[in-house]
Structure formats: C-alpha cells, structure tokens
C-alpha cells in the first residue's frame, strides 16, 4: 500500500524492457491485430513518408466501426514491417510508441501471458521507472480517448 492507501501497481519498482527487433509486436496477435490511427498518428506517418495526410489514410488505411485503422499485411504483419524492422520508425503511431506499456495488458497476469510471452524483449535492457511506465500509460488513455472522439 501506498502512504493515500492505493494499492501499489505491480510494476512500481519498474520493468526491465529493450527491444530486440523480433518484430513480433508488428504481427497480429489475436484482439491485439489492429494498428489503429488518431490523426495525429496519420499525420506523422504521411509526413515520415512524405504523403499527405488524405492520400496517406486512403492507401494505407481502412475505416473500421467509425475508426481508422493501418491494413493488414501479409501473414497480418504490419505493412510497414520488413526484415523485422519497421519502415516508419520515427512516424509510428502511439500505439507502437507505447509498446509494451498498454493498459489492458499491464495486469501482472496478463503481462506473463501475453507479453512475455512472445515479446523477447520483456526482461532485457534497462529499467523502465514506474514514473516512465504511468507515463507512457497515460499517452496510451489519452491516444485511445482522441480515437473514440474522432480525432
């Protein structure tokens, strides 16, 4: 417990994560398939590849329950994935950006089973603080809620 009483998150003391170029975070892996996109998001990607915005979002996107998604690859990776590194590196969306610190998997239980899992990069590298973690959580709450606004 903390000093106000919270219960204190599991992963507080931090997590020790490094990407290892797997590129198995860019495959589909179940409820996990879609990449989905804010503006923002479809913003940065078409200036990374030096499209506009429209013409960014009808070739690489599709509209899916009111939302905009990246399509799917071959084999469900993601379009942008080649050789197990991504294309789009610097304009990927906050969904990638946040990887692995989502909300709906930072549930110790479900970081072991579906992070861990097939992520080889759970463990590895340097200490992510619990202040880094919240944070990162909370740019994913807040790309999530822009979705559902429409934005």
């Known amino acids: 417990m903390t000093d106000k009483g919270e219960k204190r998150e599991w992963w507080a003391d931090g997590i020790r994560f490094e990407c290892q170029g797997s590129g198995q ?3 589909s892996h179940g409820e996990f398939g879609f990449v989905w996109m804010t503006l923002e998001d479809r913003r940065r ?3 990374t590849l030096g499209m506009t ?9 599709l509209l899916t329950d009111g939302l905009y998604r990246l399509k799917d690859g071959a084999g469900e990776a993601c379009v942008f994935l080649k ?3 991504c294309t789009v590196y610097e304009g990927r969306p906050a969904q990638c950006r946040t990887w692995p610190f989502w909300p709906e998997v930072m549930s110790a239980k479900t970081w072991a089973a579906e ?9 590895k590298g340097r200490l992510h603080t619990g202040e880094e973690i919240a944070a990162t ?13 429409g934005g």
């Open 53 to 61: 915005t429209s013409a960014f979002t009808r070739a690489h996107c």
């Open 137 to 149: 959580l909370e740019e994913q709450r807040r790309s999530e809620e822009t979705l559902v606004r």
């Open 25 to 27: 975070c860019c495959v």
């Open 45 to 47: 990607m078409a200036a």
């Open 115 to 123: 992070v861990a899992g097939f992520c080889p990069g759970v463990g």
């Open 83 to 85: 050789d197990k590194r």
